[in-house]
């Protein structure tokens, strides 16, 4: 039982898939394609015999008329006779009778029933042969009424548009059947072959979904629809990837960063409690958990400011002036380095392209904040604004220790600390404010090395950056 249960299921999985379908519509289309395809052949062909066969008859008509008017009725009979005699190429049949029907002349041995009227008329009839003996044969004969109702019948064998048509009702039934076959093999044989993709994707998706998330579709490198497809899939896969380990790296990191000061502010209150501190302690007390939350604040404005940052999407961008916004940051910036004893040198050109204003300044911001310091006393940062036809080019360089090659991708990422004392101040999230803003005005985020220091740069190509032309 289970054997035929598991027989009935594949039946009717089979009945039910695509390719079965897919098979089946291709074979309608080479059973329309092929009929009338034949179709047009046929009836072509037979109009061509049967034109050429009514010039003949008429020419032979034409002629036996033309004994008629000049010798009547006895002139047509002679005529006739005479034309039997003759050794004729195409082999025409006669008839002349008299208002009764009677044959007068001719070699049809009566006048068809069915032929009442004058003009063309097919029908098989009793014929004699030049041995004198008659048969049936598919005649095609021209009825012309005479004067004092006798009437005249010029006709040829029709029997080469009865056998075409013979064989265009065979050839067309035999080429329905092969095309059928071949057309279901073939066509399901090849809708197997293109749902095979379909089900590499299923399977690929399924085990995507159970969290093997390095899992790709295949690329045949044809460049055909289904490698397009499959690489945005893969891509698709690549940023669900990205999104789930930022946020596992967001989630630890933000995780740490909350738990330290959280850690240092319930010590001191613990330590002015068993100390039973002073006055004056407790204000110390106050004052250096107040700078924690504040710093716990500020990381947590960053983090709502990465998330606006991803959810950025292009139907809220507008006309904006980068050089400009270059600009602003590079004069809030400008006391800072001064400060510091870092030279901040600019060279910025004009560049108009869509984009978020508040998402560009931000990243503009981070890059010189990152700069600035990271570079030592006497150190210098560069800021570059470049446009082409169809690029524009941000570029900020420092003289400090840069990233080695095998961290600047860990640099990226959210939470990301490099230093590993924390010397420096920060979240960990300047950069991946930065990556972020590149990726979602589709440009692309490169470190490099400044030897020394360290060159980022972030490319905005195609039409979304265009020189601006000075409003």
């Known amino acids: 039982m289970p054997a035929i249960v598991s027989m009935r299921s594949e039946t009717g999985s089979l009945a039910r898939s695509a390719a079965l379908r897919g098979a089946l519509w291709i074979t309608l289309i080479a059973l329309i394609t092929t009929g009338a395809a034949l179709t047009l052949q046929y009836v ?65 041995v009566a006048w068809p029933a069915n032929v009442e009227e004058p003009g063309y008329h097919t029908f098989t009839t009793e014929v004699v042969s030049t041995g004198g003996q008659p048969r049936q044969r598919r005649v095609e004969a021209r009825a012309v009424l005479l004067e004092g109702g006798f009437r005249l019948l010029v ?33 399901f044989w090849y809708s197997r072959r293109g749902l095979a993709f379909l089900a590499a994707a299923t399977a690929t998706g399924e085990r995507f979904l159970a969290g093997r ?96 940052a991803e959810e950025t999407g292009g139907a809220s961008f507008e006309w904006v002036r980068l050089d400009t916004i270059v600009a602003e940051a590079v004069e809030l910036f400008e006391p800072v380095a001064e400060d510091k004893g870092v030279r901040l040198l600019a060279q910025i050109n004009p560049v108009r392209m869509m984009g978020s204003p508040t998402l560009l300044a931000q990243a503009a ?24 036809e169809e690029f524009a080019r941000l570029t900020v360089a420092d003289t400090g220790p840069g990233i080695p090659a095998e961290l600047r991708e860990k640099a990226l990422l959210r939470f990301a600390r490099l230093d590993a004392s924390r010397s420096q101040p920060g979240s960990g999230l300047g950069l991946s404010i930065v990556s972020a803003a590149a990726r979602v005005h589709r440009g692309m985020l490169t470190l490099s090395a400044g030897n020394p220091g360290l060159v980022v740069e972030i490319s905005f190509k195609s039409v979304a950056a265009k020189a601006a032309s000075v409003d």
Request: proline share 3%; aromatic share 6%; no cysteine.
């Open 44 to 108: 072509g062909t037979a109009r061509l015999i049967e034109a050429r066969q009514h010039a003949l008859v008429d020419d032979e008509a034409t002629a036996l008329l033309g004994r008629y008017r000049d010798g009547g009725v006895l002139g047509v009979a002679g005529a006739i006779e005479r034309a039997q005699k003759l050794p004729r190429i195409n082999e025409f049949f006669y008839l002349l009778a008299d208002p009764a029907g009677t044959p007068l002349a001719g070699n049809l």
């Open 155 to 187: 006709g040829s064998l029709s029997d080469e548009q009865w056998v075409l048509r013979e064989r265009y009702v065979s050839s067309i039934l035999w080429s329905f059947l092969a095309t059928g076959v071949l057309g279901l093999l073939l066509g």
């Open 213 to 308: 998330l390095e899992e790709r579709l295949p690329v045949s490198g044809v460049g055909d629809e289904y490698d397009r497809l499959a690489e945005t899939i893969n891509r698709s896969f690549e940023e669900v990837e990205r999104l789930v380990s930022s946020l596992r790296a967001a989630t630890d990191g933000l995780a740490h960063d909350l738990k330290t000061p959280l850690t240092r502010i319930r010590a001191r209150l613990e330590l002015a409690q068993i100390e039973n501190a002073t006055t004056g302690r407790l204000r110390e007390v106050v004052t250096e958990s107040r700078q924690d939350l504040d710093g716990m604040l500020r990381l947590i404005e960053k983090v709502l400011t990465l998330a606006r």
């Open 365 to 388: 911001t981070n890059l010189l904040d990152n700069a600035i310091k990271y570079t030592p006393v006497g150190g210098e940062v560069r800021i570059s604004l470049e446009s082409g």
